[in-house]
């Protein structure tokens, strides 16, 4: 077994919100007389789990341990605010923990932005070099590595000009280069995948994946990039809100993570009639969507069929009805308008579906607003927005992760073969 | 499997201790230190006229300023028979080390958080890379000192006799290198705080200068208030400078003991806090 390389032991931070320090000078002092003369406790803090829940105080992280083991590749996720940066921080020194400890072995390089210590009036040359000592290489790392770095940026033509007149993608290029060719024992990698185009976030993934698979490197990588860290990474962290709520395999703890946090509206339902949505025609007893999804707790990805159930009142006799579903992206684009046939029907309770099939809507959020259309163009009741879901990305061994273009991503069968084997 | 102790190479907590220098990571970084000065001298000089030209240019007109104001508007004595642009230029010069060097140091939180909160490296590399550039802004300045010395002595037939006190100059800029640096380090813990103390640093540089023997001489104020003046650590050094460079000056065993003393508890003073806080601040900026 793997040895053990960061051994994070209750680890937490707290920020005093509001004003900066404790808010004034007077306040620091009084604070000051009361801690360190007369030895009472800070009236402003306790630290502790059995701090009170206090308007001052934030839990950026609270009582966090873990361990990461040689080789692994560790992906930290969570949503923003949950605390993930300041994990990042703290590893790498740059902040203080309020209570806890970190030990580990080995040299530690985090690159929690791209270009961190460039300035923009010297040249790249010169860059590479203050970029590369201030990330802490050495100089003859810095020399061996030198043309490996031009030469994986790409901007040898521009190696003495000051990277202020540089483009953004060549400056990018160029951070990215001198990070890439770090040799750290472990590698502290905070969203650096939220620069750069689509070309250059695959660089950096490429990249990535040979320093923790091939060189055998300690990577602890926090990302949005559900995909990306399904990929990479062998163990995942959740963060919520400052506490640990899963750590382990990767895929498991990043099912569990993105079926928590996909904002849906799945179901709605009335019993009461005189409640219910609608008006002196029709009223809406249910909406649903069902997925057509094996296991429960998973998270709806594009793979899985929605099955829309409706369920209405009518209160008119020998009308042709016509229901309309209208499915919208988050941005207010209509993606279809599917209509069924019209039909007559009597008072009373009319049910319905209509399956979405998998694999056919791209990854992102929707919403669903149902429309009741009497000889099928006068509308009756538009019931809208009524229900809305997230789809989570899936692109099983395809190993690109950039956004998937379109409103639709179907999958219609090709048909290619090979014609001839000369070129003429 | 946990972490055996043996195999512990580092260990970050909750705790920021005074005593927590560590020489030997503060010496494998010396590359940055040295990358540094070089970046100062680069960004300042890139992409200008004359270039290092322009670390001449201000002490000489301050320089012309202050003779034509002191010397022939006010009429300050500076005593002797000493050139005038050679006392206001020798003061100019020390002063410019130490007002520069101060005024950069105070900063250093401010202008440097952004790195600072981005990656980890030994802090106190950023104020000796800073004090460095100083010195070296300093020595070009001492150069044109020296010429312009050269000259009065050639051509004008001004007499130095150099004593043993020249043995001392050495010592007066090490001493207020490292006054400046430990001054304006404690004052960069403090506004990084409490931002709105950077007035008053402002306004402390203003006020040090008509406290510092760098347009008068220190023989020249009057005995009643000349504690004043004296309470200036800079005081002794200003005076010592001059006494080695022109011959000209006062100085006491006791006073300039005053000034070395009280560099080196201000020196202990800023590495400790520098130490103690450093870690912390990066959390109220």
Known sequence: MAETVIEVQNISKVYKLGQIGSGSLRRDLNNWWKTSVIKKDDPYFLSGNNAPASDYHLWALKDISFEVKQGDALGIIGSNGSGKSTLLKIISRIVKPTSGLVRGTGKVSSILEVGTGFHPELTGRENIYISGYTLGMTKSEIQRKFDEIVDFSGIEKFLDTPIKRYSSGMYVRLAFAVVAHLEPDILIVDEVLAVGDADFQKKCLGKMRDVSQKEGRTVLFVSHFMQAINNLCVNALWLKQGQLMEFGECSAVVNKYLSSVQKFNLKQSWDNIEEAPGNELIRFKKVEIVPQIENADGPLDIRVPLTIKFKFWNFTDDVSLAIGLHLFTYGGECIFDNQSPSAYYNKGLIEGECTIPGNFLNDGSYFISIIVNRDTSIELFYFEECMSFDLEDYRGEIKWYGKWMGAVRPRFPFHIEQTTFNLE | ?285
Request: aromatic share 16%; hydrophobic share 55%.
């Open chain 2, 1 to 285: 499997m946990s972490l055996s102790e043996k195999k512990v190479k580092w260990v970050i907590d909750s705790k920021s201790s005074y005593f927590d220098l560590n020489i030997k990571e503060l010496v494998s970084y010396h590359h940055l230190l040295l990358r540094l000065v070089k970046k100062e001298f680069l960004i300042n000089y890139q992409q200008t006229l004359l270039g290092p030209l322009w670390v001449l240019f201000q002490p000489i007109v301050t320089t012309v300023t202050y003779v034509f104001v002191f010397n022939n508007v006010i009429g300050v004595s500076i005593g002797g028979n000493l050139p005038p642009v050679l006392f206001y230029f020798t003061g100019i010069v020390l002063w410019n080390f130490f007002n520069d060097s101060f005024s950069a140091a105070s900063k250093i939180f401010r202008d440097n958080m952004h790195i600072f909160s981005k990656v980890y490296f030994p802090r106190l590399i950023v104020p000796f890379a800073l004090i460095i550039t100083q010195f070296l802004r300093f020595l070009i300045q001492l150069g044109l000192l020296i010429i312009i010395l050269a000259y009065f002595m050639i051509f004008e037939g001004f007499k130095v006799t150099f004593t043993w006190y020249l043995v001392a100059l050495p010592l007066v800029l090490f001493i207020v290198g490292m006054l400046s640096l430990s001054t304006g380090l404690l004052f960069s813990i403090v506004t990084a705080k409490y931002r709105d103390l950077t007035n008053f640093v402002d306004i402390l540089i203003r006020v040090l200068l008509f406290i510092t023997p760098v347009i008068y001489p220190l023989a020249a104020v009057k005995p009643q208030i000349r504690w004043v003046v004296q309470l200036n650590p800079l005081t002794p050094l200003f005076e010592l400078f001059r006494l080695g460079l022109l011959g000209q000056g006062t100085i006491s065993i006791p006073l300039l003991s005053y000034g070395i003393i009280f560099t080196l508890a201000s020196l202990f003073a800023a590495i400790l806090l520098f130490n103690k806080q450093g870690g912390k601040l990066i959390d109220v900026i």
